[in-house]
């Protein structure tokens, strides 16, 4: 795929992973990029006028992806001002702590509508406008503990997991339409995500579980992802990008 001129939609687009996704893609000539984020609109602000300053147009879209209405009418949305879509990138999250004894019915089931039912509710609004453009690209950010599991966060690893299988079964279902679907695992990535980490778990993690012995920054990720959605012969896959984490089996 030559990403000029494209049409993508990143949900979570205002930091972190997606924002490094949104800011490559325009580096790559993207000609539209939607920009979905929930409540920090002016973060989200600085990260148009980013795409902006890099040759693309901008377009926010407030929204929770974990509420189908509001997952869906960003998309409708994002259609109506951009004129259709080329590649849709899954990228919103959302986690708390939380055992098997612990996590709170209320969590559990937020936590599966943001990763499972969210990338659900936007490509069942995106794919008829890749359908009707003859080709289109999904990416899925999924994660490590989806592939192998982690204490303490059931809910967020199961979800993660249940997005691997749905990358693979839409991959499957899409392939006839020239609509390519892939995943990534990152590992232990320089977010929001992990900065309550302590010193101890950072050292543990570099030291002792990661090969690479540091952390990935969201630009890794990003570089994946391009690298990936603009190749035409890769569908179905799982990419991690996880430093070597996944080889480790403690």
């Not at 939607?34 to 990260?47: D, F, K, M, P, S």
């Not at 499972?116 to 509710?121: A, C, E, I, L």
């Amino acid at each position: 795929m030559d990403f000029k001129a494209t049409k993508a939609l990143v949900t979570g687009g205002s930091r972190g992973i997606g924002r490094a996704i949104v800011l490559a893609l325009a580096e790559a000539g993207a000609g539209c990029i939607g920009i979905n984020y929930l409540r920090n609109a002016e973060l989200a602000q600085q990260v148009a006028d980013e795409v902006r300053a890099r040759g693309s147009h901008a377009i926010l879209l407030p929204g929770d992806i974990g509420v189908q209405e509001q997952a869906e009418g960003a998309v409708r949305r994002f259609l109506e001002e951009a004129g259709g879509i080329d590649i849709l990138v899954n990228n919103g999250g959302y986690g708390q702590p939380g055992s098997i004894r612990t996590v709170t019915p209320e969590d559990w089931a937020h936590t599966l509508n943001v990763h499972v039912s969210g990338p659900f509710w936007c490509a069942r609004i995106a794919v008829p406008s890749m359908i009707g453009r003859g080709s289109g690209r999904i990416l899925n950010i999924s994660s490590i503990a989806g592939r192998r599991g982690v204490s303490g966060i059931l809910a967020y690893a199961t979800a993660k997991s249940a997005v691997i299988g749905f990358t693979m079964s839409l991959a499957r279902e899409l392939a006839e339409f020239n609509i390519l679907v892939n995943a990534i695992a990152p590992g232990i990535i320089e977010t929001d995500f992990h900065a309550a980490d302590t010193e101890e778990y950072r050292r543990n993690s570099t030291q002792n579980r990661i090969p690479l012995h540091c952390y990935g920054s969201p630009e890794a990720i990003a570089s994946a992802a391009l690298a990936i959605l603009g190749n035409d012969y890769i569908t179905g896959e799982l990419v991690a990008v996880d430093g070597g984490l996944g080889m480790r089996v403690a």
